[in-house]
């Protein structure tokens, strides 16, 4: 009997772009590829800006290997804090919150201690956090179960960590055995099929190569091409 393989989480993080309009074509583009000979062997996860989380759940919602995740998440509960988007507002639309993003730490000053105050307003309303390290010296709160190894060097440059790299990186972390492992920085189709098809590597997080959909899905394609 063939082995089923392992499930992939390939994560796309469109960060601050797109307009509607823009977002409604990348999905509507997207959900058109045939996906059938790969079927059960990945998750996708698509992370748009916050107005269009409902159109890509709506868009997407007869999918079941796609879900959406927001890219980020209040460290406040409901309440007087005008701007904010808390947890329990994104638990219509989003099944995951990427938590930590070093753009997060990096422009908005996000410390440890707000970052683990996400990932508890996360995980109460039932959102699973995605959590962005940078490196081992960044603390990872406990019941993380997604932890996204991210090194600054390669996010945005065309510079993907080498494999043998990220692996090394693993065991610095020193994670909890359930606990899934994704790469991200400058993945593109010409690198993703190295991570994906290693079994210490549970997904990636994809930046730039996911703002055009057919090549996020080329990325997609890689995992036993
Ligand atoms: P990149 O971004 O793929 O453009 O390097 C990855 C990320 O920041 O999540």
């Not at 105050?117 to 309303?125: D, G, V």
Request: charged share 20%; with cysteine.
């Amino acid at each position: 009997m063939k082995a089923e393989k392992k499930t992939k989480y390939i994560i796309a993080n469109w960060k601050s772009n797109f307009t509607e309009t823009e977002a409604l074509q990348w999905v509507s583009t997207f959900i058109s590829y045939d996906f059938s000979s790969s079927l059960g062997n990945f998750r996708i996860i698509i992370c748009p800006p916050a107005p269009f989380l409902s159109l890509a759940r709506e868009k997407t919602k007869h999918l079941s290997f796609v879900q959406v995740g927001a890219q980020d998440v209040s460290f406040f509960p409901e309440g007087a804090y005008t701007g904010e988007i808390n947890a329990r507002a994104l638990t219509g639309f989003a099944h995951y919150a990427i938590i930590g993003h070093s753009e997060r730490r990096y422009y908005f000053g996000e410390t440890e201690r707000i970052l683990s105050q996400k990932c508890s307003e996360a995980t109460k309303n039932g959102l699973e956090p995605i959590f962005c390290v940078r490196a081992a010296g960044d603390s990872i709160p406990s019941h993380v179960r997604f932890v996204a190894y991210e090194p600054v060097e390669a996010i945005g440059t065309g510079n993907n960590e080498p494999l043998k790299k990220v692996l090394a990186m693993k065991k610095n972390l020193r994670l909890l055995p359930e606990t899934y492992f994704i790469y991200g920085g400058s993945v593109q189709k010409s690198n993703a099929g190295e991570y994906l098809n290693n079994p210490e590597i549970d997904g990636l997080l994809v930046g730039r190569a996911s703002r055009d959909p057919q090549s996020f899905f080329e990325i997609i394609k890689q995992y036993a091409a």
